[in-house]
């Protein structure tokens, strides 16, 4: 079974600044998707970036960024110039498409906060 | 697009009534899933559709629980009777490809 684990269930950062959340996964497969979605307080799942594990070449969105590493199993996502407005429960997600079904297996989350 | 629908926003009830929650997916998407949130279990999916059809409802929790999605711009997740131990979050989310898109929730709470 897949598996995804976030080793940090909390962290801090001041305004500004870099932050950088951990994601590893467990899969014997070879094609797959990995995620991270952020939940502010209001609670809706919102997509913050998305790697396809085909792809040798980082994702990039905006101010969040990953470091997919492969081989270690690894999806770490960084946040740069951190703003009030990223503090949230950040999910890490991993999806394996199989036999045309796809099911989305979340991390049990870090939650983030950015201090003024 | 409104993107992924779902109602009510909160809900309140007493054990043992019946609960439904209601999703609309985003035109088009051919997949729907139910998620429960709770800080224990965190993110569980429950059920998931393709083109309406039940895939894999392995994740209800028990035969208090049922799905359906009789077209493919709503669906519903029925508890009956509902326990306290049910009080979670609910989501919806909808896909086509791999992106899934989620509603807001429902926040259950049964007393």
């Known amino acids: 079974a897949q598996t995804v684990t976030q080793s940090q269930p909390e962290m801090s950062v001041q305004e500004a600044e870099t932050v950088t959340l951990s994601c590893t996964y467990d899969?014997?497969?070879?094609?797959?998707?990995l995620f991270w979605y952020k939940q502010p307080p209001s609670r809706q799942m919102i997509l913050v970036i998305r790697?396809?594990?085909?792809?040798?070449q980082n994702a990039t969105e905006n101010r969040f960024s990953v470091n997919f590493q492969k081989a270690a199993k690894s999806f770490s996502l960084k946040i740069s110039d951190s703003q009030l407005g990223d503090t949230a429960m950040y999910f890490c997600?991993?999806?394996?498409?199989?036999?045309?079904?796809?099911?989305?297996?979340f991390g049990k989350g870090t939650k983030l906060t950015v201090n003024p | 697009d409104a993107g992924v629908i779902q109602s009510p926003r909160h809900e309140v009830t007493e054990m043992g009534q019946e609960v439904t929650l209601r999703c609309k997916p985003i035109?088009?998407?051919?997949?729907l899933f139910w998620y429960r949130q709770t800080m224990m279990r965190g993110l569980e999916l429950l059920i998931y559709?393709?083109?309406?059809?039940?895939?894999?409802d392995s994740g209800m929790p028990e035969d208090r629980f049922s799905a359906k999605m009789p077209n493919a711009s709503f669906s519903t997740l029925k508890i009956q009777p509902s326990e306290p131990r049910d009080s979670a979050v609910y989501f919806c989310?909808?896909?086509?490809?791999?992106?899934?898109?989620f509603g807001a929730g429902t926040r259950l709470s049964v007393l």
């Open positions: 989310a909808s896909s086509l490809g791999d992106i899934q898109y």
């Open positions: 899969t014997s497969e070879n094609n797959y998707y």
């Open positions: 790697q396809e594990a085909y792809k040798q």
């Open positions: 997600a991993f999806i394996q498409v199989q036999g045309g079904s796809e099911k989305l297996v």
């Open positions: 035109s088009g998407h051919d997949y």
């Open positions: 559709f393709n083109n309406n059809v039940p895939i894999d």
